[in-house]
């Protein structure tokens, strides 16, 4: 009895560590997100228009307010506009 409940503990985290590989080779392929992250909010460059993530882009603090732009050409362009 000892024998078989073992067994089924040991089938049970071979499973668990499967299906732990395999999420994790589909969020690395584009698939399904993990669940741990939560969704980023996107911003709009005030140049063009493009929407960007603030931590990947470029920013330009003019007063109390920070723009965030797709490239240097956009925020050198805002910054020489204003």
């Known amino acids: 009895m000892t024998r078989l409940l ?5 089938l049970l985290l071979i499973a ?5 590989v395999v999420d994790g080779i589909i969020e690395a ?7 741990s992250k939560s969704p980023m909010k996107l911003v709009r460059d005030p140049v063009c ?11 330009l603090r ?4 920070t723009h965030y ?4 050409a956009c925020r050198a362009k805002f ?3 204003s």
């Open 6 to 10: 073992l067994v089924a503990v040991l």
């Open 16 to 20: 668990w560590a499967f299906w732990k």
């Open 29 to 35: 392929f584009g698939g399904l997100p993990s669940k």
């Open 49 to 59: 228009g493009t929407w960007v993530s603030p931590r990947e882009s470029l920013g």
């Open 62 to 65: 003019a007063g109390n307010t």
């Open 69 to 72: 732009f797709c490239s240097d």
């Open 79 to 81: 910054a020489k506009g």
